[in-house]
């Protein structure tokens, strides 16, 4: 059973960091990509950033471009979101999902999701 447990939001100000973690378990991902996205407070959930756990290679809204990292340590089975430069419209609660989803940014293409955290951003 695939679980995946997301970790790291909060509060923080305009043009501030914040580091998300996505621990994920119960199978092999090699195969998969790791995606994060978000949904805010009256909005449909947008694709944010995703990761192919097998060569790592990276893709983007470009809503994040220049300002979100997505990576992953394959040995902990864990994937992260550096969020530098943050703006209020960032505010979301933010989801790690998964799935045999190539480079895919509609949330139909991932089969497993965490629960979320939330992040928001406010002086």
């Known amino acids: 059973q695939v679980q995946l447990a997301e970790s790291g939001g909060g509060l923080v100000q305009p043009g501030g960091s914040l580091r998300l973690s996505c621990a994920a378990s119960?199978?092999?991902?090699?195969?998969?990509?790791m995606s994060w996205f978000r949904q805010g407070p009256g909005k449909e959930r947008e694709f944010v950033a995703g990761?192919?756990?097998?060569?790592?290679?990276?893709f983007y809204a470009d809503s994040v471009k220049g300002r979100f990292t997505i990576s992953r340590i394959s040995t902990k089975n864990t994937v992260y979101l550096q969020m530098n430069s943050l703006k209020p419209e960032d505010t979301a609660v933010y989801y790690c999902?998964?799935?045999?989803?190539?480079?895919?940014?509609?949330?139909?293409?991932?089969?497993?999701w965490g629960q979320g955290t939330q992040v928001t951003v406010s002086s």
């Open positions: 999902a998964t799935g045999l989803a190539g480079t895919a940014s509609s949330t139909r293409a991932y089969d497993y």
């Open positions: 119960g199978r092999t991902f090699s195969r998969y990509t």
């Open positions: 990761i192919l756990w097998s060569g790592g290679s990276t």
